[in-house]
């Protein structure tokens, strides 16, 4: 379960927030605080997976607050001003809701939490325990992949779509191919284009401007013309 902090200056925000926790069974409340001052006390004191901030409030605001931590947890701010969205979403927070939020809106930033969650615990997991496989969001699933299986990645804009090994159908997951690069093994993959990354045990030919991946072709950027170098260990025709 996440353990979340309520951080708001006016006791009905707090209130209001709390009320549609009621609706959400995965997320347990641990703490209410009318200044940043207090939030950081206990955040230095109590685990806290997620953050429910205002913005405007006396002393420390919601955006120096959240600025001032060096491990945070995942924040969503909840505030009546839409113009510190952009310097919100700069600081990498989850959300960004802008009162009076409707109660499907804030329920679909609850959802988005929990599933940031389940997946930080995966990673952690593999962190602490190297693996052959990582996780990824497909479908409102956790869906594990394993590094053998990987043909091959592609980038498109705000999803993945990973090609997989006889599967027909590849896994589409939101996110970036530079987040999923950062967790797959350097001696096995390798960037060969701005939106592929490839498995070089499915490499069957290489040569100008193209990389063949078992029966696919894939663009060959010059810009990782040197990573293809290394990987074969001499020059492209």
């Known amino acids: 379960m996440m353990r979340c902090l309520l951080v708001d200056d006016e006791p009905l925000a707090l209130d209001l927030i709390e009320d549609n926790l009621k609706h959400v069974n995965y997320i347990q409340v641990v703490g209410r605080c009318r200044t940043a001052a207090e939030a950081i006390t206990i955040l230095q004191t109590e685990q806290v997976d997620l953050l429910f901030c205002d913005i405007h409030m006396p002393g420390l605001n919601g955006l120096q607050l959240v600025k001032s931590l060096i491990t945070k947890p995942m924040v969503i701010f909840v505030t009546a001003y839409e113009k510190f969205a952009v310097e919100g979403f700069d600081l990498d927070i989850l959300d960004y809701l802008v009162k009076p939020v409707p109660l499907d809106r804030f329920l679909k930033a609850c959802q988005k939490a929990q599933r940031q969650f389940e997946l930080n615990k995966a990673l952690a997991i593999q962190a602490y325990s190297p693996k052959k496989y990582f996780f990824v969001h497909a479908d409102y699933t956790l869906v594990k992949i394993s590094f053998d299986d990987i043909?091959?990645?592609?980038?498109?804009?705000?999803?993945?779509?990973?090609?997989?090994?006889?599967?027909?159908?590849?896994?589409?997951?939101?996110?970036s191919i530079k987040a999923i690069e950062l967790q797959l093994p350097s001696e096995l993959f390798y960037r060969v284009h701005k939106s592929y990354i490839i498995n070089v045990d499915y490499v069957t030919q290489i040569r100008r401007g193209k990389v063949k991946i078992v029966d696919t072709e894939l663009p060959l950027s010059d810009n990782y013309r040197d990573m293809i170098h290394k990987m074969i260990g001499k020059g492209i025709e």
Request: charged share 30%.
């Open 151 to 175: 043909e091959y990645i592609e980038g498109l804009k705000d999803y993945v779509k990973i090609n997989l090994a006889n599967k027909p159908k590849a896994v589409l997951s939101r996110t």
